[in-house]
């Protein structure tokens, strides 16, 4: 059975995938409203990784939580997770976009 998050429009899926350290980013914020000015922000025990559009998040053994203002902090197991925004299509534009909090 797969280990999934959602918070909001973020899902945070359990995988084996191991980045490369090289790729280890700053911060906390996992995604940032552009209308309300809210985000979704990592506390706790982790390390976040990114790779052009692909991001990862490694939680610690301590553990970490994801807080936003709009939206009930959830905890997140220890382990590593693939962190995906989600995403809408627009058949006026005929693209896909990701969607914003």
């Known amino acids: 059975m797969e280990t999934l998050f959602r918070h909001g429009d973020l899902l945070l899926k ?3 995938y191991q980045p490369d350290k090289k790729t280890r980013m700053g911060g ?9 000015g809210h985000s979704h922000k990592l506390v706790g025990d982790f390390q976040f990784y990114g790779e052009n559009e692909i991001q990862w998040v490694q ?9 936003h203002e709009e939206h009930k902090k959830i905890d997140i197991l220890p382990g590593m ?8 299509f627009s058949p006026f534009e005929d693209a896909t976009r990701r969607v914003i909090d």
């Open 59 to 67: 939680i610690g053994i301590d553990g970490a939580s994801i807080v």
């Open 28 to 36: 906390n914020v996992l995604a940032e409203g552009e209308v309300t």
């Open 14 to 16: 359990k995988t084996d």
């Open 81 to 88: 997770y693939e962190l995906i925004h989600e995403r809408e």
